[in-house]
């Protein structure tokens, strides 16, 4: 599969390095030379890591996309659970069963030999617990780039900056919709709010802009005027609920100057987006998280939302046998979400089915949240938008304090996406368990 335009480009901000079909053909090849199996590659936001990406794609190498700052601990852990033939992008010593050859870790024991179909598996639940991967075909990574291209008008003379991890679905799929219509991707490390990036936008003509409520949030503390940046016409939104005030806000913002935001609505288990809400339906609209993307469908069943298309991941893989399984569900993926379609089919979401939280637009199991905190007595972990809310039972000033620093490692995030209090007693239900509803209503 090759998503890279004849016209794209990749630039690094910092470096001025460009990617070159070359190094894309290169790593292709290094693919093929290896025995049969998957690939685990941390992927820092370079050029090289790039490269690797395409390759793999090219040479029909399922590959997993991994957090270069991943845990010594959990990337071993991974790497025993689904036995990759190979792990890119790192020079530490290799634990038993592999050897480092540069700056790899080659498996000794041959590997399971993944499903034809597989190309690319990411993770699912953050930094927390025990991930399972999203088992993506090709036809579902290159569908979704093709439905996010034409949804979002996206041509050659766009140029869109790395606000995202690469390892994380959103991020990916800026890349992968970008290349594939032939337009720029800069490759840009430093965040929204550090002067290089806003450097680089105008530097380099950056026309659009992807981000998560988190940054949305910091965008308005910094007083974002899209008339400061006259190249940038285009935000879009996604991983996670946005505010209909900052909605409202950002897309009056953007009007003003003839521009445009768009929200969006994925999950990585439908390789990134699944609706787009148009930005001249967005005022008699307001809170909807749009329509499907071109060939998707959307249904209620039970009040959860229904997915069908092409991008729904072929299933879950939770140990190396299942590397080898084909497509579990035919297309059809139950979100967890709870929501309504309106007359018109626009989405409507109401919650989470599950305990899945998110802050800053990384999936959070709120049961390990509580797990890690349970030397503190009684506690409990509830979602908000974009941020987790914790009570500890008893717990005074000085403690909560001291947890929200604790959870804060824990999670690998910073502690202003956290709230956490204490209260005299946790609210039960008949039953004895925590009454979470009564909790989510003192957010």
Request: charged share 20%; hydrophobic share 45%; proline share 6%.
């Amino acid at each position: 599969m090759n998503l890279l335009h004849p016209g794209a480009r990749v630039v690094d901000a910092a470096t001025g390095a460009v990617l070159l079909r070359s190094d894309v053909d290169a790593a292709a090849a290094a693919f093929e030379r290896l025995p049969p199996g998957v690939v685990f590659a941390l992927t820092p936001t370079e050029v090289g890591a790039v490269a690797r990406y395409l390759g793999a794609l090219a040479a029909r190498r399922p590959v997993a996309l991994l957090d270069p700052d991943l845990d010594r601990g959990v990337l071993l852990a991974l790497a025993e659970r689904f036995e990759p033939v190979q792990i890119t992008g790192i020079t530490a010593a290799p634990p038993d069963g592999y050897r480092a050859v540069a700056d790899t870790w080659i498996r000794d024991a041959p590997a399971v030999e993944p499903h034809p179909e597989l190309a690319l598996l990411l993770t699912t639940s953050g930094s927390t617990g025990n991930p399972k991967l999203v088992r993506l075909s090709r036809s579902a990574v290159l569908t979704n780039a093709v439905a996010i291209g034409e949804s979002l008008g996206i041509t050659g003379d766009d140029v869109a900056p790395t606000t995202l991890p690469l390892f994380y679905t959103y991020g990916l799929s800026v890349l992968n919709s970008h290349l594939l219509r032939g337009a720029t991707v800069v490759l840009e490390r430093s965040g929204i709010l550090q002067r290089d990036f806003w450097t680089a936008v105008g530097t380099h003509g950056i026309t659009s802009l992807a981000a998560v409520p988190y940054q949305y949030e910091m965008l308005r503390r910094l007083r974002f005027d899209p008339a400061a940046h006259p190249s940038l016409r285009t935000l879009t939104q996604a991983g996670g609920r946005l505010r209909p005030e900052l909605v409202q806000d950002f897309a009056q913002r953007m009007a003003a100057v003839d521009g445009r935001l768009f929200v969006m609505y994925g999950q990585t288990e439908a390789t990134a987006r699944m609706t787009v809400l148009p930005p001249d339906r967005i005022q008699d609209k307001l809170g909807s998280a749009g329509l499907p993307i071109p060939g998707g469908y959307l249904s209620i069943a039970d009040g959860e939302v229904v997915y069908t298309g092409m991008n729904v991941m072929m299933g879950y893989a939770e140990s190396a046998a299942d590397l080898a399984r084909g497509d579990d569900l035919g297309g059809v993926l139950r979100t967890g979400d709870l929501g309504h379609l309106d007359d018109e089919g626009f989405l409507f979401l109401a919650g989470r089915l599950k305990r899945i939280g998110k802050v800053f637009g990384v999936r959070v199991n709120l049961d390990d949240v509580e797990r890690s905190l349970a030397a503190h007595g009684a506690v409990a972990a509830v979602a908000g938008d974009d941020k987790l809310h914790v009570f500890v039972e008893g717990a005074d000033a000085e403690l909560t304090r001291s947890v929200r620093k604790e959870l804060a490692v824990f999670l690998g995030t910073h502690f202003s996406g956290l709230d956490v209090r204490g209260v005299d007693a946790l609210p039960l239900l008949p039953t004895g368990k925590i009454d979470y509803r009564s909790l989510e209503a003192l957010r």
